[in-house]
């Protein structure tokens, strides 16, 4: 069930449009005078601690059928030329069936560099702590998608476990953890109620983009369109935590070109998450894959120019205005 479903994420993810979304609202002041030229710029920022070339990564999506293992080869391989950290699919058919563990694993084969591994909730510690041994993995990440799993007829409908689980795993586990969404965005009180169970760093992961709401009416033919009306914009999700000072906020959702990146830097977040922008990379070949990121790398630092900006931090300092 549970690999069929993947597939299913997979087929509909791709099938999903490229949508209008509130980065396009954002505007930030531009200069002509920058002062600088494009070899000074700077796009070295940190996640989880760790320090990164470029402020991005490649956000979780696969693992557990024989395309998700093609699919984890083939960003494995991008991740590790690039140096960009990987997040990987939730591991949960791994642990419930180790023959699905290769899927993962193939992960670690090809990348050397950041590799997170991906929990859900329901996770005890123990499972957590396998599924980081399962692939090495620098990093842990859990996705709250209460929506998700509500619109899904086979989805979990018993949610008393996950607080304490996710209490129980930042306190105990070894490597650096975040909590994730998975493109509904979070509201303040989840972040709030998050920081209490002593989280320390969390990715928004908003609306705009890959939406779970309509996978999975897709999936079970019922109409939950209606359940949109209580996800949070990438943007907004990001604008009501901007006076926050104790989280490490990553964002995604709907990250769609480098403006978006450097867009999301702008209002708060340290690093990127991009999941159906690098999905669409894996239908070419690996040469050309590389060629759309190096293009990416290359626009991200003229956008640096235009906005005046030398590194990652000092996009703090851009002026911006959002339209309502
Ligand atoms: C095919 C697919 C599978 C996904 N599976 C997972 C998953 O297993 N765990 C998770 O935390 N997020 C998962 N996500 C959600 C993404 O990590 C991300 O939060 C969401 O897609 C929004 O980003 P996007 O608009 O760039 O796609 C998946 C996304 C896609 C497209």
Do not use: C
């Not at 449009?17 to 920022?45: A, H, K, Q, W, Y």
């Amino acid at each position: 069930m549970i690999k069929n479903r993947k597939d299913e994420h997979i087929a509909f993810a791709f099938k999903q449009g490229i949508r209008i979304n509130r980065f396009d609202d954002v505007f930030l002041e531009s200069t002509d005078l920058p002062e600088m030229s494009i070899e000074d710029i700077d796009l070295s920022t940190t996640f989880l601690g760790y320090d990164i070339p470029y402020p991005f990564y490649i956000n979780a999506m696969t693992g557990g059928s024989l395309k998700a293992t093609e699919i984890n080869e083939f960003l494995s391989k991008l991740a590790n030329h690039f140096n960009l950290p990987m997040v990987l699919g939730s591991q949960s058919i791994a642990i419930k069936d180790a023959s699905w563990e290769s899927s993962f694993k193939v992960a670690r084969k090809h990348h050397n560099g950041l590799l997170i591994s991906n929990v859900n909730p329901n996770f005890t510690l123990e499972q957590a702590k396998k599924a980081i041994q399962m692939v090495d993995s620098n990093g842990l990440s859990i996705h709250i998608n209460l929506i998700q799993e509500l619109s899904m007829a086979e989805g979990d409908r018993d949610f008393r476990l996950w607080n304490d689980n996710i209490k129980n795993i930042v306190s105990n586990i070894q490597v650096p953890v975040y909590v994730k969404q998975v493109g509904q965005g979070m509201s303040l009180q989840t972040v709030q109620k998050l920081k209490k169970l002593g989280v320390k760093a969390i990715d928004v992961s908003g609306k705009g983009g890959t939406s779970f709401i309509e996978i999975e009416s897709n999936r079970s033919k019922t109409d939950y369109s209606y359940l949109e009306s209580f996800s949070i914009e990438t943007v907004d999700a990001l604008l009501n935590l901007k006076d926050e000072t104790e989280l490490d906020i990553y964002a995604s959702g709907g990250i769609r070109n480098p403006l978006d990146v450097i867009k999301a830097l702008t209002l708060g977040a340290k690093a990127v998450g991009l999941s159906k922008w690098f999905l669409l990379l894996t239908e070419l070949s690996m040469e050309e894959a590389i060629q759309r990121v190096e293009q990416f790398i290359t626009d991200l630092k003229k956008i640096m120019l235009i906005v005046g900006k030398q590194n990652i931090k000092a996009l703090k300092e851009v002026k911006y205005t959002v339209k309502s």
